[in-house]
């Protein structure tokens, strides 16, 4: 089996935009998997927590992060983990927030 690895951004955005959800994933190993999460200004973040680990790499955008009771701006070039079952999300999103997420294992739907 082939793994696709490399992965532009511009690919990963159109993708995105002809899916037409929040979240495009684009890797599925049984170890990990990832994904491009785009919220747009003012939009409403609706994830629960997950099963998995999860890393979120904001590539641009600004807004704040809910994680377990406690509050963190973020922006361009902010990177969070999240243990499984912890409660989080984004919000006050000021700027459209575009963020790869990695999960660990995979994500379980």
Do not use: C, W
């Not at 491009?36 to 890393?55: C, F, K, R, S, V």
């Not at 590539?59 to 809910?66: A, H, N, V």
Request: avoid cysteine; glycine fraction near 8%; proline fraction near 6%.
């Amino acid at each position: 089996m082939t793994v696709k690895f490399n992965f532009p951004l511009t690919d990963l955005l159109n993708a995105h935009t002809q899916e037409g959800k929040l979240y495009h994933e684009f890797l599925r190993v049984p170890s990990m998997s990832a994904g491009l999460y785009i919220l747009p200004a003012g939009g409403t973040d609706p994830q629960q927590p997950h099963n998995e680990d999860e890393m979120y790499y904001v590539i641009s955008g600004k807004g704040k992060f809910f994680y377990d009771g406690q509050d963190v701006d973020v922006e361009a070039g902010s990177t969070l983990y999240v243990p499984k079952h912890i409660e989080h999300r984004f919000h006050s999103i000021e700027e459209d927030l575009q963020i790869i997420v990695f999960f660990a294992p995979a994500e379980t739907a």
